[in-house]
């Protein structure tokens, strides 16, 4: 039961930015008090959105990070192509060609010029630029497809769960427990071996489907909670159907906890996947990926580095890109995180 | 006792506390925030001096800079003397002396004041050992000593308890306890019995009348209650909006007061006794009441009980039976732990009652379809104690409102539109709040928004949970008219759960008084509330303080009275025998 008088009068020590319209020093007639107490929104006030926006462009780390993954995908997409559709790049990641400069990267910064391969050749003479960009293609895409996979899968799980507790939770959460500890890497393995190699967009959802536990016990929590909140029990008094309330009224209220997981799936996607394709069960050749790159090369580290540190660079871009966005996603929905220490 | 002394107390300057044009700025990201503009304010020993105000008027950001307990995006200017001390001028160890040597805290929320992982003894004995005043064994007799001056039975077994074994009403006075157990110059009060209930307010408020008389401290009391200045104060401050708009004895701000903004906040207090007619709404007679047809709500020997792991079930309520007629306001009163808001959501159908039942114009939820049970919610309403919590952050108000049409399947967008419209209209807001988020409106705008929600589909029975307790005075009185002016309008039968009496005296067509779980009384609103039969309402009448210093204090005299005529001593500190200055107040005499 609930203390009657527990919300009263609440002595906010720092005044929110409302309600603090009036001048000081002026002795207001009635009227003016009236207007002041009642009228206690001010000219300026943000929407939830507008705050979290305003956090998350101040956020320096995950703008930079933004514009270096644009970059990247604008650029991993454009300049070999996509399936049919010809890039702006003049050679592709299947055919050898003559090898110039014993295979040495032609790239130079000063004077700045890209030369005719400026990542270099592997050992049969493909261009590598054309080789990381198509691997940056499919890691992208599997990252961002076992992104929206695992946040649905999480998502629905852990908001039957929360909501409707009893056997249907039970239910769920045992599964989810039972995914957990099973290893990761060896569930991949397993299952991107049956299913992947012939579609990489078959084996992007295998990851997504192994990979949404640890979402599904964030938003179970947070329903937990959210579900004996009172507008909760209005919803339900109303007569308002389960679907609608988990839907309308309180998974709109778990969005900061699912982006920011999001974002973070996507990218321990990417490291999954570059993992997978180092050990062999990822993608197959003669499609490639990030990590195929890394692994088909890992012996030519001393004689030919550039094959190691290129597609290696880009793997390293793309997860630190995605994970500062993710923090600032996270920053800005709970402006509690950002708080320095008192 | 020892008596820790006061370095730097000028023996002409009898002020205990005192604030110089006191001004507290705060830098947030949105801007600077001026929270107290220049104020000034002295409290003598042995005096109540009461700092009243609304949320957001810089009351609480006022005391906090005796403490020096402001956080550190503060800017305080002025100057703040406590017992001869600038308390600008010192550091930190200087800072921790002070508070408790010179002046201790009494907060809101006692549960919450209190450290839950540790003992009462432990909490007390650790003030008493940082302030250099006794040790070990020594304190811990202290402590006893000290429980047992604020009347907590049997000291030497609490001592060892947690504070979540203590009722609300001791826990607070283990806090006041703390707060005298280093003899400070001056008690800082911060809304002391907000989160009590009404007797035990009281009781609170006699000790704390007891101990500025015995001990000749003085006191800053802060409150939004009026109620509780008549009672306690001997000067006022009125503060809106961080500045003293008036200032004077009890008499003179309460009952001649000055300043419009006074007069306003003592217009909207509602008296117990008046009955409806205050703020210009009509008195509403009992004609709206139809006898004939079934009632709305119709209790009939329900028990609820609440399930424990380990233990037997609880049980909230415990054979309740009534029944609200249509068109009739029925008040369901009790104090924190009645079971009086269980009772309101069983009644919504959201507690199924473990015996008895309870049907809605002669249907019960129990048993029922789901499409059935959904076309029988469309006949009710619902208004929950806090609006902030009962509006979905993340809906704009248009879509809080029209919600309930949407879930019912009720006309298209644009005649949904034109009855929100209508339905802001009919709650005084105005219609650009269509598009605003609930964190965007004053907590008034809120619950008027819960209020329109709640009359969308034109319910036949509404349920309002302590629709006002969350709101200041002056918001409560202005959605209480309204609500009577929807009430007539709409004609409704409302269950208006609450604690406060003044405010269901003023609604009700009849009142259900409940305690621990059981009815007590049951009757017409004049009968139960100006001629009670039964001993809890008299206690809970008695207690019950009105904003008026004179008549506050023949109520108080009554009430001891009653308390001695029912064999119950009246709360007093009980100091020993040689340091009693003797009580001025005749009431607290043993």
Redesign the interface.
Known sequence: ???????????????M????G?D??S????TR??D???G??TD??Y??GQLVLRRFLRHRAAMISLAVLVFVTVLAFTSIGVGPIPGWWTYNYLQPVEVVNGGRPTLSLWPFSIGEHPFGQDTIGRDWFAMVMRGTQRSLIIAFVVGIVSTLVGTAVGALAGYYRGWVEALLMRMTDLLIVIPLLALAAALGQISGGRNIFVLALVLGLVTWTGLARLVRGEILSLRE???V?????????PA?IIV??IL??T?GTIIVAATLSIASAILLETSLSYLGFGVKPPDTSLGLLISDYQNAFTSRPWLFWWPGIFILGIALAVNFIGDGLRDAFDPRQNRKK? | MTVTTDAGTTPSDDRVLSFDGLDVR?T????S???V?GISLDVRPGEVVALVG???S????TS?TALGL????ARVGGNVEVAGKSVGSLDSRGLRRLRGNDVAMVF??PMTALNPVLTIGLQMSEALELHGIAYGRAALDRAVELLRMVGIPEPERRIKQYPHELS?GQRQRVVIALAISCNPRVIIA??PT????VTVQADILDLLRSLKDQLDTGILL?T?NMGVVADMADRVAVM????I?ERGTVDEVLNRPQ???T??LLEAVPHLGRGPGQFGTSRHAADSVDLVGAPALEVKNVVIEYHRTGKPPFR?VDDVSFEVRQGEVVGLVGE??S?K??LG?AA???IEPAAGEISLFGERFTGMSAKA??RL??R?G?I???PA???????PIGDVIS??MI??GVGDRRSRQKTVYELLDAVHLPRS?FN??P????S??RQRV?VA?ALT?EPELL?AD?PT??L?V??QA?VLAMFTELQERYRFACLFV???LAVVDLLAHRVVVLRDGKIVEHGDREQVLQHPREEYTQRLLAAAPVPEPGEQRRRREERHRLLESLGDEVTALQVDPQREHGPLDDSTRE
């Open positions: 039961m609930t203390d009657p008088n527990q919300h009263e009068a609440h002595e906010a020590i720092v005044p930015p409302g309600g603090q009036a000081p020093g002795l207001q007639p009635v008090v009236e002041d107490l009642e206690a929104t300026k006030s929407s939830q909140r009172e507008f029990s209005a919803a339900r008094a109303v007569g308002t159907s609608r309308k009224h709109p209220n969005l008192d | 705060f947030t990201e949105f801007g925030v001026h929270a503009k609304e949320s957001g810089g009351k609480s950001v906090m402001l956080p550190k995006n809101q929320e609300g911060d809304e907000t989160a009590l209930d802060i939004h809106f909006k961080g500045e708009v300043h419009p903004y007069r306003r909230a924190s732990g079971g808001s269980t959501r919504l159908g959201l049970s959904k919610r469309r009710i619902v929950f104690q806090d919590a009962s509006l979905n952050p993340r809906l919600e309930p879930v019912h709040v605003r988020y964190h965007e409106l004053s008034g705008q819960s929600r589909l349920v302590e307790s969350a200041d002056s918001v202005s609450s604690h406060d």
